[in-house]
């Protein structure tokens, strides 16, 4: 574990269960809300409070897809679900390769072998490079994941943070529309967003049980607090024009995930703006999302 600190805050980081970060601190308040999936076999119950999503986000419908004219089969990574979510760097140890006070550089590599190990997990070999930085106006996350192998592959990156959601907490947002789900979490509908799938003014999150990918996502949520923890603000690079919400108010938490693509993107070619991107080797892509906590709200004195 490896702990990090600027200006009132404290950030700690688990390079052994996949760069999940643990608990980001601003002024005595824990902003983070770790969760500990036990279906998530490979992060052997550890209560994370954010962790990246490559090299592709959220799901993959059974696990199957086609690229470059060939059939591949992933292995389902998480209990009771047969689609494959989230990409495999969440599962396993990354190396530190810059550390400084305020500032650490992880890095994982991906190497599918010969005999077919690692292929059940992705069938392309990669590099992943996260940067987790306290700067004065908060935590700054980039990701990195350049094409190592010697044939295009199909790339997707995301990050999954878990924040407080109580009565009175509030999320806004702007996007253009948003995709229903199956009992899986797998698209089945696109819809304007309105109604009660419009968040640009703020919607309650108390009774809200959402599992959604929101398309054109604006880059900017703001998720406000009630009490006396602070509201906080994400902000996204361009590439992430997609969001996924997943809000559990029985479990007390809302996951505001920035995504480059949707659900089981690599298997909808008929959708535009799905989102897959295509490295060839050595090529890179990447992006920084920024989380901002309000400096006004500190712990009471006494």
């Given at each position: 574990?490896?702990?990090?600190?600027?200006?009132?805050?404290?950030l700690t980081i688990l390079p052994e269960t996949g760069a999940a970060l643990g608990q980001w601190q601003v002024h005595g308040h824990d902003m983070f809300r770790p969760v500990a999936n036990p279906a998530l076999?490979?992060?052997?119950?550890?209560?994370?409070?954010?962790?990246?999503?490559?090299?592709?986000?959220?799901?993959?419908a059974d696990g199957h897809f086609a690229f470059g004219g060939e059939e591949h089969r992933?292995?389902?990574?998480?209990?009771?679900?047969?689609?494959?979510?989230?990409?495999?760097?969440w599962e396993h140890e990354w190396q530190v390769t810059h550390r400084a006070d305020s500032h650490a550089i992880l890095t994982f590599d991906h190497t599918p072998s010969d005999d077919g190990a690692g292929r059940g997990e992705w069938p392309y070999a990669y590099r992943a490079v996260m940067s987790y930085e306290l700067r004065a106006d908060g935590l700054h996350v980039s990701i990195v994941i350049r094409n190592s192998d010697t044939v295009d592959q199909p790339v997707g990156l995301g990050f999954h943070p878990f924040f407080h959601a109580e009565a009175g907490s509030r999320l806004k947002f702007a996007a253009d529309s948003v995709w229903l789900t199956d009992g899986h979490g797998l698209p089945t509908e696109k819809k304007v967003c309105e109604g009660e799938w419009d968040f640009s003014k703020g919607q309650a999150?108390?009774?809200?049980?959402?599992?959604?990918?929101?398309?054109?996502f604006a880059g900017q949520a703001r998720l406000e607090q009630p009490g006396g923890l602070p509201g906080l603000t994400v902000e996204a690079d361009r590439i992430f024009s997609h969001l996924?919400?997943?809000?559990?108010?029985?479990?007390?938490?809302?996951?505001?995930?920035?995504?480059?693509?949707?659900?089981?993107?690599i298997n909808r070619p008929e959708v535009a703006?799905?989102?897959?991107?295509?490295?060839?080797?050595?090529?890179s892509l990447g992006g920084m999302i920024r989380f901002r906590a309000d400096a006004s709200r500190r712990p009471a004195e006494g």
């Open positions: 574990m490896l702990e990090l600190k600027r200006d009132g805050q404290s076999r490979n992060q052997k119950g550890v209560a994370v409070g954010a962790y990246p999503l490559l090299p592709y986000v959220n799901r993959i992933l292995l389902p990574n998480m209990e009771g679900c047969p689609h494959p979510i989230h990409g495999n760097g999150l108390e009774e809200l049980r959402l599992d959604n990918g929101f398309v054109g996924v919400v997943f809000s559990q108010p029985e479990e007390g938490y809302v996951a505001i995930e920035p995504v480059t693509s949707m659900t089981d993107a703006g799905r989102g897959v991107h295509v490295l060839a080797p050595g090529q």
